[in-house]
Nanobody, 125 residues
Framework: QVQLVESGGGSVQAGGSLRLSCVASGYAASRNFIAWFRQAPGKEREGVAAITTRGVGTYYADSVKGRFTISLDNAKNTVYLQMHSLKPEDTAMYYC??????????????????WGQGTQVTVSS
């Protein structure tokens, strides 16, 4: 049963842009938060950005503020992550996740019980 499907990853040079998409279905679509996490080889998974499914709240990791924008299209059950000014340190597998959480805990991966398969983002210098 498909719940979250990501797309849009790829390889870009530093300074470039990418837009990731996450289509939610089933129970995943009914969670109150949808977030993007990323994990680079040898590093812990980290929360990048999150949005409430009512679209009233957005949250960002300090490392991406001002460069990434998360948005929601309720009609399409799709969450987007627009990434600008990409840096080599943004290279990672990016995952979409859905769950019930709160503004103070949005970046904890344990708060999310639905995960996509991931999409790779590679930024070269």
């Amino acid at each position: 049963q498909v719940q979250l499907v990501e797309s849009g990853g790829g390889s870009v040079q530093a300074g470039g842009s990418l837009r990731l998409s996450c289509v939610a279905s089933g129970y995943a679509a009914s969670r109150n938060f949808i977030a993007w996490f990323r994990q680079a080889p040898g590093k812990e998974r980290e929360g990048v950005a999150a949005i409430t499914t009512r679209g009233v709240g957005t949250y960002y990791a300090d490392s991406v503020k001002g460069r990434f924008t998360i948005s929601l299209d309720n009609a399409k059950n799709t969450v987007y992550l627009q990434m600008h000014s990409l840096k080599p340190e943004d290279t990672a597998m990016y995952y979409c996740a859905a769950g019930w959480t709160y503004s103070g805990t949005w970046s904890r991966d344990s708060e999310y019980n639905y995960w996509g398969q991931g999409t790779q983002v590679t930024v070269s210098s």
